[in-house]
């Protein structure tokens, strides 16, 4: 499966964005996504992880409860709505796929699949 990753761009803090994940390629509703981003210097961390199956996405601490994730298979498509952002969620965001189910989902060298990166970048 193929990802594309977009909707990032420069927003003020307390903004909202609305990044994509669209999937292509065969079955691609039955690969479970994850949301990734990367600070400059730092280390790739999980962000949120939604299931092909169904059931409630998971998210990181430092995002619960200010990011919703939500997938439209009808679209083909993960969506990640980031709301009161603040400077420290900075980042390029990617998403990934994983055809089996990762317990572990917010490892990154558990996927191998990944999208080119979007940046979000939060500034006044």
């Known amino acids: 499966v193929q990802l594309q990753a977009s909707g990032g761009g420069l927003v003020q803090p307390g903004g909202s964005l609305r990044l994509s994940c669209a999937a292509s390629?065969?079955?691609?509703?039955?690969?479970?996504i994850a949301w990734f981003r990367q600070a400059p210097g730092k280390e790739r961390e999980g962000v949120s992880y939604v299931s092909s199956s169904g059931g409630r996405p998971l998210y990181a601490d430092s995002v619960a409860g200010r990011f919703t994730a939500y997938r439209d298979n009808a679209k083909n498509t993960v969506y990640l709505f980031m709301n009161n952002l603040t400077p420290d969620d900075t980042a390029v965001y990617y998403c990934a796929s994983s055809r089996a189910r990762v317990v572990l989902w917010y490892l990154p060298r558990l996927y191998s699949n990944w999208g080119q990166g979007t940046l979000v970048t939060v500034s006044s």
């Open positions: 390629g065969e079955s691609s509703n039955d690969y479970d």
